[in-house]
């Protein structure tokens, strides 16, 4: 069984910083893409920033310059390094995942969310 573990998330004020994990544990062939959402409360899931096997990023344009989303491919672990962090960052971030489950399936996966507050 798959599973994405996040942690990282907690309180944070204003101004600071806080680097979040996921890691891929279970039976399967690779990891592929993997990403970060957030979900604010009243508000969609969106994409915070997304990064390929090979090493290539991408973000959302209003986040860029203040998150740094980074791999280690032997640990199945991406890493969201978030600074300059303001109240409007507060909300459950979500790692996703594609992953190789076999030699002929790949397959989306969620973590369970972990949550980041930014307040004073």
């Known amino acids: 069984q798959v599973q994405l573990v996040e942690s990282g998330g907690g309180l944070v004020q204003p101004g600071g910083s806080l680097r979040l994990s996921c890691a891929a544990s279970?039976?399967?062939?690779?990891?592929?893409?993997m990403g970060w959402y957030r979900q604010a409360p009243g508000k969609e899931r969106e994409l915070v920033a997304a990064i390929l096997s090979g090493g290539s990023a991408n973000y959302a344009d209003s986040l860029k310059g203040r998150f740094t989303i980074s791999r280690d491919n032997a640990k199945n672990t991406i890493y969201l390094q978030m600074d300059s962090l303001n109240p409007e960052d507060t909300a459950v971030y979500y790692c996703?995942?594609?992953?190789?489950?076999?030699?002929?399936?790949?397959?989306?996966?969620w973590g369970q969310g972990t949550l980041v507050t930014v307040s004073s």
């Open positions: 996703n995942a594609v992953i190789q489950t076999t030699p002929y399936r790949n397959r989306p996966f």
């Open positions: 279970g039976s399967f062939v690779r990891v592929n893409d």
